[in-house]
């Protein structure tokens, strides 16, 4: 081995989806057969597109005369039906090449679960063009459309995010990824290039949004400063109030807030954001991301304080009727649905479901990615070899996603039909966390604990170690 390695970083990159091998990222959705399923609007019948060309786009006459399903996908929710509904949220973060794929999940998700869940899209401004965020966002199911300022990208003094100075790097590639990375994020999003504060900033923030149909507007998110705690907290609420006052009618804001980990892990500065989101009732819906540290030990978020802490803010956003929105959370975002938040963001990458600290991380060239496969029965990835194991085990939840087959049918496996099968998992549970608490007394709460009951029950005696054993579910059923 010459000790020749690729980095692979952690943080929220350009494009999160370079993570997979190129040659898999170009499996296009062209190829996928045509397949679309009935669904009744306020005009009369018309054809969901599942797969094929344009999925998730509404048509008159079904072009698949193999469609032989008696089903009939369930009515798309208005934005405001949305956020006046209980149902759970699930926004999908777009990466790199995935408009398409993501369209189809996002449909097959509303065929499948729309009954009991609501979708959307979330696009960044620096880090997406504007057709791509436009096509994203032409997808009739995806109800809640999001394109997210992002500007604690430059937030380097509270936040561990990739460098964006080129010259700090030796790796000649790596200084010329940084130095595009950083000429489209300004190229992208002119409010980067600008004052940080006033009326002119927030105003430049609402309109990128505007631009590209955006229908939740969020404020800049610039980040939190412990160490100047009280005033960054103090500007986040008067650009809030700025951004109320620059909004249309009809026009509908979420305050974004970006928590450093040193500011969550304080317990001082935590509750004095609770304080803040309780005194200012004029912002009825918050957006809240999380920077937290990279875990090498766990696949899932498993520090007991910061979840106390998304416990909190949970039941503080219930009590007072306010719609919570984890931004990149995935699965610890879906946890949270069983203790009072709305919503969660989550992708196909790790990056799209984790805010984490940024670090490098070396692979040796030429060596593959793991094979990730996230089991139900778990709650929890593992690689190739034991998901061929416990699939043989009588209690086994399967899957039946349309992915699961793509994988089982070729002789390769597919790191991204993978990914897509996770977050299809994440919709189709948020979906049941809800169905179960129409169905049963006890609620979301109780789903949560049977849920993560049966998994720990499921783990025992299957020789898992390491990452691949769900040790956060302790964690996290502590909290119930
Ligand atoms: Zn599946």
């Given at each position: 081995m010459t000790g020749e390695w690729e980095n692979e970083g952690s943080g929220f990159q350009e494009d999160a989806e370079d993570e997979f091998p190129l040659e898999e990222a170009g499996s296009a959705l062209s190829d996928r057969p045509y397949?679309?399923?009935?669904?009744?609007?306020?005009?009369?019948?018309?054809?969901?597109?599942?797969?094929?060309?344009?999925?998730?786009?509404?048509?008159?006459?079904?072009?698949?005369?193999?469609?032989?399903?008696?089903?009939?996908?369930?009515?798309?929710r208005n934005e405001s039906q949305i956020f006046d509904s209980d149902l759970p949220l699930m926004l999908l973060n777009l990466t790199g090449r995935t408009v398409d794929q993501g369209n189809e999940l996002l449909s097959r998700l509303h065929a499948e679960y729309g009954e009991h869940l609501n979708l959307g899209v979330c696009a960044s401004l620096a880090r997406h063009n504007k057709s791509k965020i436009n096509k994203a966002f032409d997808c009739s199911v995806a109800t809640v459309k999001?394109?997210?300022?992002?500007?604690?990208?430059?937030?380097?003094?509270?936040?561990?995010?990739?460098?964006?100075?080129?010259?700090?790097?030796?790796?000649?590639?790596?200084?010329?990824?940084v130095e595009r990375r950083v000429a489209a994020r300004s190229r992208r999003a002119a409010y980067f290039e600008m004052e940080r504060s006033g009326i002119e900033w927030i105003k430049a923030i609402l309109e990128a949004q505007r631009e590209v149909g955006a229908n939740v507007?969020?404020?800049?998110?610039?980040?939190?400063?412990?160490?100047?705690?009280?005033?960054?907290?103090?500007?986040?609420?008067?650009?809030?109030?700025?951004?109320?006052?620059?909004?249309?009618?009809?026009?509908?804001?979420?305050?974004?807030?970006?928590?450093?980990?040193?500011?969550?892990?304080?317990?001082?500065f935590f509750n004095e954001i609770l304080n803040e989101l309780l005194e200012h009732d004029e912002f009825d819906t918050w957006y809240i991301r999380t920077q937290w540290r990279p875990d090498r030990e766990s696949n899932q978020l498993k520090d007991a304080t910061i979840l106390h802490r998304y416990k909190r803010l949970s039941e503080l956003a219930e009590d007072e009727e306010k719609i919570l929105i984890l931004a990149q959370?995935?699965?610890?975002?879906?946890?949270?649905?069983?203790?009072g938040a709305t919503g969660f963001s989550t992708g196909p990458s790790q990056n799209a479901q984790k805010f984490q600290q940024?670090?490098?991380?070396?692979?040796?060239?030429?060596?593959?990615?793991?094979?990730?496969?996230?089991?139900?029965?778990?709650?929890?990835?593992?690689?190739?070899s034991m998901?061929?194991?416990?699939?043989?085990?009588?209690?086994?939840?399967?899957?039946?996603?349309?992915?699961?087959?793509?994988?089982?049918s070729s002789p390769l496996f597919s790191h991204i039909a993978a990914s897509w099968h996770e977050v299809y998992c994440q919709g189709a549970l948020s979906a049941e966390i809800q169905r179960s608490a129409e169905l049963r007394r006890g609620g979301r709460r109780s789903y949560l604990r049977r849920t993560i009951d049966s998994a720990l029950l499921f783990a025992q005696g299957k020789g898992l170690v390491g990452r691949e054993n769900p040790t956060f579910l302790r964690t996290w059923r502590d909290l119930i």
């Open positions: 397949e679309s399923i009935p669904i009744q609007t306020i005009d009369g019948q018309y054809y969901l597109v599942l797969s094929g060309e344009n999925p998730g786009s509404i048509v008159p006459i079904a072009s698949d005369s193999s469609n032989k399903t008696n089903r009939t996908a369930p009515h798309i999001i394109a997210d300022p992002e500007a604690f990208l430059v937030d380097h003094a509270s936040l561990v995010l990739e460098g964006d100075n080129p010259t700090d790097f030796t790796n000649p590639d790596t200084a010329l990824k507007f969020l404020t800049s998110g610039k980040s939190l400063r412990s160490s100047d705690f009280r005033q960054s907290l103090d500007e986040i609420i008067a650009e809030g109030n700025d951004a109320i006052e620059c909004l249309e009618p009809g026009e509908r804001l979420a305050l974004n807030l970006t928590i450093p980990l040193d500011c969550i892990l304080n317990e001082t959370t995935g699965w610890v975002g879906w946890n949270f649905l069983g203790h940024y670090a490098i991380t070396r692979r040796r060239k030429g060596v593959g990615q793991n094979e990730r496969f996230f089991e139900k029965s778990l709650l929890n990835v593992v690689d190739g998901h061929a194991s416990l699939r043989n085990e009588s209690d086994y939840v399967s899957c039946e996603c349309r992915w699961c087959d793509e994988i089982d």
